[in-house]
């Protein structure tokens, strides 16, 4: 896991008068992804600048310092990320002069040897990188098929930057930085910047699974075309295993999940896992210690707050697997001790507050490691959202009822305050309790008049379900994940809303909270459940094989039991959160109040002050409960604030 900039110089033009100080400015300001070493190369003849932040996991030695050259001297490269085959790959390239053993070493010799395209197509594993090509004289961008590692680009005048992170392209020192006002507004909605867009108007993400060529001719200020080496949406409309019996396909998922840990427990440093308790990181763990010789090193953050607190989960199944856990318990001044920082980590607005319990695990797990494992993407590929539960029994009951009865039985849900509800969700049956019960009632009274199953998954999974947006003059663009979506026809609203996931919220929210979160404390993670022949045959799976009986991830459920009883993870799905609408009554009130002061909303000129203080207002009675909506805002007001 590393950090990766710099730049091209197009048509000549050459905007700063010391290149090399300009591209260690901008590698400075990442550093935090890799402390251990750092190097820069240059072309000026041709216009490109590359530097590199080393995290050293892989070949710790000198050897695997970069920009590295390819054998030839043709190719220069950059790389953030691990290549899982990389051995297996150098066995094919049996002739190749080999002087040490990292896995950007073998990359550099497979695209050498084969080419961009097929090097890509061969790979497995998490990266972005940059490539120039010497000889013909053109710049690469890459990233892998899921979105795991970061990738920026954009223009700077005449000049294109590209970079792991944000701030490596504010570093620039011509750097402009317009807010882009329709991106905003998609933020305000999802709370998170959806791709391809960015915060600014003249950057972008690249789409996952794709590479981008650029030359030092080509025009300033155009974007350039993009290649798709492997595709979600193709994977998604494959033929499904409808022949596969139950006792298959839990075999087949334990062999690909156990050979995927396997791959990613290579490290040349110690390593490690968080765990939650939880179906996803609780399978990662016992597959880690199944194939580990000593007591795997785990990793779990506890809260006071009974609905937040997973802790005593993640203890529990530790000391089943006989893990080395660690656990550390945070007040909530320490939990909100992190929110100042949030700006800086995540370099644009980002309103997942799951990010803090994400950032603190993070720093204890590098106390111990410098290489942990997660449990991300089991939700998306086996059905574990309550959504993908909830959304088609919510469909089904409403579809026959008129509007008039739908606006009623809203009217009804929201005639009482969450907390009453919560008392209410107390006396139910063990199997139907859900944590913050109330919020979830108040939930399904704003998606109860829609018309169509796919504005039912909208107003699910939106952060502001108001048609109209909350920015001034702002106006959402489309977005990759619906494009996406709509091209796909798998013909099931459930496996429609699990792709948009996978394409959206997966990529844009969770593996940007995670990056950010590890990154910013040097600690390098890994995606077991995301390797991309698991996803896959994820998707070749029928629907039944994920959610059976009102319960999600019923295959995941399977291999797990083969190695801890049932009763210590078969429980209400908890999101990996935190307080927020309790502290914004409470402790963070003060900070709020700053931040949404109707004067100053108005001189910034940017959100619609009336709408945002009637939802402050009735936040703070408890009559309704805002917080993430709320909370969206405050960390586009915080971020302003900073940038």
Not at 269 to 295: E, N, Y
Not at 389 to 407: A, H, K, L, N, Y
Not at 554 to 562: K, P
Request: include cysteine; glycine fraction near 8%.
């Amino acid at each position: 896991m590393c950090g990766l900039t710099g730049f091209l110089f197009t048509k000549g033009v050459r905007d700063v008068t010391d290149p090399m100080l300009a591209v260690d400015r901008m590698a400075a300001a990442i550093m935090h992804r890799g402390p251990d070493a750092s190097g820069n190369w240059s072309d000026l003849d041709a216009g490109i600048v590359f530097a590199h932040r080393r995290l050293s996991i892989l070949d710790t030695s000198a050897a695997g310092n970069q920009p590295m050259y390819s054998n030839s001297g043709r190719y220069v490269i950059v790389f953030n990320g691990e290549i899982y085959n990389h051995q297996e790959l150098r066995l094919r390239l049996s002739n190749n002069l080999w002087r040490g053993h990292s896995d950007t070493e073998t990359l550099l010799a497979t695209i050498e040897a084969w080419g961009i395209e097929m090097t890509l197509r061969a790979l497995r594993g998490m990266f972005a990188f940059a490539l120039w090509d010497r000889s013909e004289r053109r710049l690469i961008l890459a990233r892998d098929r899921i979105g795991e590692k970061p990738l920026y680009y954009g223009w700077c005048g005449q000049t294109f930057l590209f970079g792991s992170e944000l701030k490596a392209l504010c570093a620039y020192p011509r750097w402009l930085g317009d807010i882009d006002r329709d991106a905003v507004a998609s933020y305000m909605r999802y709370g998170y910047v959806p791709s391809p867009y960015t915060i600014y108007r003249d950057v972008r993400k690249l789409i996952p699974g794709t590479y981008l060529t650029l030359t030092p001719e080509s025009s300033a200020g155009a974007w350039p075309n993009i290649c798709a080496y492997w595709s979600a949406r193709d994977v998604a409309a494959k033929e499904v295993l409808r022949d596969l019996s139950d006792q298959e396909a839990v075999g087949r998922l334990e062999t690909l999940l156990s050979e995927s840990v396997r791959r990613q427990m290579i490290s040349d440093v110690p390593l490690g896992a968080f765990l939650s308790g939880g179906i996803d990181s609780s399978t990662i763990v016992a597959l880690m210690q199944k194939q580990s010789c000593r007591a795997v090193k785990t990793f779990s953050i506890g809260f006071s707050e009974d609905d937040y607190d997973e802790a005593r989960h993640a203890k529990a199944v530790a000391a089943h697997l006989g893990t080395d856990h660690t656990e550390l318990y945070v007040t909530a001044a320490e939990a909100r001790e992190v929110i100042p920082g949030l700006p800086k980590i995540y370099d644009e607005p980002f309103g997942d507050s799951s990010g803090i319990p994400t950032y603190l695990v993070s720093q204890l797990a590098r106390q111990h490691v410098k290489v942990s494992l997660s449990g991300d993407g089991g939700d998306e590929l086996f059905g574990g959202y309550n959504r993908y539960v909830w959304g088609r029994s919510i469909w089904t009951r409403i579809e026959g009822m008129s509007p008039i009865m739908r606006r009623a039985l809203g009217r009804a849900l929201l005639a009482f305050p969450p907390a009453a509800w919560d008392r209410v969700g107390q006396v139910l049956p063990y199997r139907f309790r859900q944590p913050t019960f109330g919020d979830r009632l108040h939930k399904l009274a704003q998606v109860i008049d829609v018309e169509s199953q796919d504005e039912l998954y909208r107003r699910l999974v939106f952060q502001q379900r108001e048609r109209e947006p909350i920015i001034v003059d702002a106006s959402e663009a489309p977005i990759w994940a619906d494009f996406e979506t709509a091209a796909l026809d798998r013909g099931d609203f459930t496996e429609q809303m699990m792709f948009h996931d996978l394409v959206g919220y997966l990529t844009d929210d969770i593996l940007v909270k995670v990056d950010r979160a590890a990154m910013a404390n040097s600690l390098e993670t890994r995606v077991p459940m995301l390797d991309h022949r698991l996803v896959e045959f994820a998707w070749e799976l029928p629907l039944r094989m994920k959610i059976r009986d009102g319960q999600g991830k019923w295959l995941l459920r399977q291999v797990l039991q083969r190695y801890v009883p049932k009763q210590l993870f078969d429980r209400p799905k908890q999101g990996f959160g935190i307080p927020i609408d309790e502290w914004l009554r409470g402790p963070l009130r003060d900070w709020a109040e700053t931040l949404l002061d109707e004067t100053r909303m108005q001189n910034e000129g940017y959100l619609k002050q009336k709408m945002v203080r009637e939802k402050w207002k009735e936040h703070l009675t408890g009559r309704r409960n805002w917080g993430h909506w709320l909370w969206n805002v405050l960390m586009f007001q915080s971020w302003h604030e900073a940038h």
